[in-house]
Structures are given as C-alpha cells and as structure tokens.
C-alpha cells in the first residue's frame, strides 16, 4: 500500500470538492409556478437569491395563492438546484470506489 499516493489523492480530491462547492454557490436556477407569475432564483446550494412576482398577483385576494405559488416555485427551484448539485458531485467523483448510497460532501 502506499499510504502517501492515497494521502496526496485525498488532499486532491478535498480541493476539488472545495472548488466544487464554490462553484455550486455560484451556479443559479431558477423555479417556477403560476406559468411564470412566480419566479424564485436560487443558487445550487438551494439559498434563495431573488424574487419576482407579477404584479397581478399582489391583491388581498389573492394572498393564500400567492403564498401557494411562492412555495411551489421554491420547490421547483430546489428540485433543479439539487439536480444540479449532483450532477456537478457525480462527475467529480467518477472514478471514486464510494460504497453504495455514500454522497460526497460528507
């Protein structure tokens, strides 16, 4: 076994999952409801970064579907950002002998 050439693959690949990271805080989705009345943006970490709303939706009557819309989309938006986070995660660990169901970072 040589313990150096694992310890110098592990730093490598604690470095790439550092920039990995970084990248994923950059990346941005963006969920939707009400056919695009509702749109949320959030980065691939799933942190909301803006809202938008028509302004045909900001009526006292329309409070309870609002709220529904807003939900909806945050859903949507966490949805893609988790697909992209993985996608990134899968291919920066092609290669890897991880055990089944074993998700980087730890």
């Given at each position: ?24 805080g ?78 980087l970072p730890?």
């Amino acid at each position: 076994m040589d313990i150096m050439g694992m310890m110098k693959k592990a730093q490598a690949v604690q470095a790439k999952l550092q920039e990995a990271q970084e990248e994923l805080g950059r990346l941005e989705v963006e969920g939707q409801a009400g056919g695009g009345m509702v749109s949320l943006t959030l980065n691939a970490k799933g942190e909301l970064r803006g809202v938008r709303i028509d302004a045909s939706l900001l009526t006292p009557a329309d409070k309870e579907m609002l709220e529904d819309l807003i939900v909806a989309a945050f859903a949507d938006g966490k949805a893609k950002a988790d697909r992209a986070a993985a996608e990134k995660m899968q291919s920066l660990t092609a290669g890897l002998p991880l055990p089944p169901g074993m998700k980087l970072p730890f």
